[in-house]
Nanobody, 120 residues
């Protein structure tokens, strides 16, 4: 069992930046970030392999965000830049213990989410 706790969300103006964090308990093979805007389905943003550090991004976030991890702190990060009002959503981190490949968006463990609001 892996527990995930996100932090770092908040209100930011368009064009601004935020760094989200996700503290994990337990060992994982890969972790990822997803977002869910009001009335929309959860959307995959980026994933990272925990040991090797390989990364994979969705086309929508490529170039605007960076996923990273601190193995010693067992913490996942998402640095988001050039934020737009349409990025307003609840952001979730996710983890899994099985190696499906980073393009696979199946995850077993989820955090409670952190709200990001981008004002225009």
């Amino acid at each position: 069992q892996v527990e995930l706790v996100e932090s770092g969300g908040g209100l930011v103006q368009a064009g601004g930046s935020l760094r989200l964090s996700c503290a994990a308990s337990g060992r994982t093979n890969a972790m990822a970030w997803f977002s869910q805007a009001p009335g929309k389905e959860r959307e995959f943003l980026a994933a990272i392999s925990w040991i090797g550090g390989s990364t994979y991004y969705s086309d929508s976030m490529k170039g605007r965000c960076t996923i990273s991890r601190d193995i010693a702190r067992n913490t996942l990060y998402l640095q988001m830049n050039s934020l737009k009002p349409e990025d307003t959503a609840v952001y979730y981190c996710a983890a899994r213990s099985i190696n499906y490949g980073l393009a696979n968006t199946r995850y077993s463990y989820w955090g409670q989410g952190t709200q990001v609001t981008v004002s225009s």
